[in-house]
């Protein structure tokens, strides 16, 4: 039987006038934390062709901080979506159901959503999402540009549910720390990887891992204190956390519970080393040399 899990999902709202100023709210020069008590109601967008859907930007693409991928907290009522979701031909994304129901087609297969469910969306996938329900659906969407490399095909579209991958033990931890992988890390074709880390109470991340990879981590459920360059925050469910390249991060979770992160990396790529307009410019290229 699989475990059962929890997935915190913001409502907005506002505080109260008699609220204290007082947060854990931090934007530094290598890493931000978005504490849950800051996704309210007047910090929501809206985006064209989106009906009866608000949603929360966590992260966007910041000259000089992380540059490569864009995380929102989308909110759908019942009766609300979209049938031109994705304006951007190039980009790629992952949406992850943390609250509701909802029915996604994608290149006319239609795939029931709920709580854990997970789809990859490859750049020109045409996809529609609706909430046929009778309650809002929340879910969290990734975006990422993709970057194609001549000789590797594009990674397929796929639609699955935590449930269905078994958690991967960090080597020597004995399932203390586990990561559930949706994309095989050999497999080069993906550019992005979004997976969820679970840490038992008192497990640790031993080391400060500093590394190439910009992170946006969203914390699913439980509670920790996360090391942030040279800062130690106390973070729970609903916090949320974006990384620049190379800021170093070290963890001890908290308990009672298990505490658990939706993690954003960037992988397999070169490091760029033209500007980014000459970039941009061969990747629209092999775009169309794809689609040939």
Known sequence: MPVPHSY??????????????????????????????????????????????????????????????????????PGGGSDRPETDPMAEGVLFVVEGEASLTANGESHA??????????????????????????????????????????????????????????????????T????????????????????QPGAVIPFAETHVMEHGLYVLEGKAVYRLNQDWVEVEAGDYMWLRAFCPQACYAGGPGPFRYLLYKDVNRHMKLQPAGRFEAGAQSAFKRAAE
Do not use: C
């Open 8 to 77: 915190y999902a913001p409502k907005g709202g506002h505080p109260g006038q008699e609220t204290l100023l007082t947060d854990r709210a931090v934007f530094t020069e290598a890493y931000a934390v978005i504490p849950k008590g800051t996704v309210r109601d007047i910090v929501t967008s809206f985006l064209p062709f989106w009906e009866k859907t608000r949603l929360w930007v966590l992260s966007r693409p910041l000259s000089g901080f992380a540059e490569t991928f864009s995380q929102y907290i989308m909110e759908v009522q």
């Open 180 to 199: 559930t992988r949706f994309v095989d890390p050999e497999d080069l074709r993906h550019d992005m990887h979004v997976n969820i880390v679970t840490f």
């Open 113 to 178: 959503l709920r709580p854990g469910s997970y789809a990859f969306l490859p750049p020109q996938t045409d996809w529609t999402f609706q909430n046929t329900s009778s309650e809002p659906v929340r879910f969290h969407w990734v975006r990422k540009a993709y970057e194609p490399v001549e000789g590797l095909d594009w990674p397929e579209l796929f639609v699955t549910h935590e449930d269905e991958i078994a958690p991967r033990p960090m080597p020597g931890t004995e399932g203390k720390w586990a």
